[in-house]
């Protein structure tokens, strides 16, 4: 799915090299064999932008009722001879469909390029089903680079409910309809706790 000639592709470290002298050498756990996502071959054009929705067309992939602490977590590599231009940008969105994409993460600006970091996208409570999407830009494919690898999301579900006879431990209340513990400070904080 998507609406952009450019895509994510999954490829072998060694194999992104020749088709992008600007790829990694190596995926986001310094395996040299190992694969990652980037954004599709440079000798397409110059302006790139691609998208993939991790989990699309599958419905019954859909990713659905996530606790408020969820995060997709994943290493990013930027390479970009433009430094003072900032010519790139990688942003994570969710939603249902392609009419309700929110943004959760955007990254204009990298701490450190030509290597791997982390990212964290915050995607939080989720009542209905939704879909992940990752969006790469690059003003210079030719002499730039993007991929993604490590992909995970943490956290999402509800938290495992107490046995019949369990209590939460001090500074912690019950939730009763589902009897897991929901820590004082986030009484009130106009946040559904379930």
């Not at 799915?1 to 090299?17: D, E, K």
């Not at 392609?98 to 943004?103: A, G, K, L, V, Y």
């Amino acid at each position: 799915m998507t609406t952009y000639q450019q895509r994510w592709l999954l490829t072998s470290a060694s194999q992104a090299r020749v088709a992008n002298r600007n790829a990694p050498s190596f995926d986001g756990d310094a395996n040299r064999s190992g694969h990652y996502l980037m954004v599709s071959n440079a000798a397409f054009g110059t302006f790139s932008n691609a998208e993939t929705a991790l989990n699309f067309p599958n419905p019954g992939m859909y990713l659905k009722n996530s606790y408020q602490s969820c995060v997709m977590q994943f290493d990013y590599y930027i390479s970009s001879p433009k430094l003072a231009d900032r010519s790139y940008s990688l942003s994570v969105r969710i939603g249902r469909d392609r009419t309700d994409w929110s943004t959760v993460y955007y990254i204009a600006q990298a701490w450190s390029l030509n290597g791997w970091s982390k990212a964290y996208a915050h995607i939080g409570e989720r009542n209905s089903q939704f879909m992940a999407d990752i969006v790469g830009h690059l003003d210079n494919s030719r002499t730039s680079a993007m991929a993604v690898d490590n992909i995970q999301f943490v956290n999402c579900s509800m938290p495992a409910p107490l046995g019949p006879n369990q209590q939460c431990p001090s500074g912690q209340f019950m939730c009763r309809k589902y009897r897991f513990c929901v820590s004082n400070d986030a009484l009130c904080n106009y946040k559904n706790d379930w």
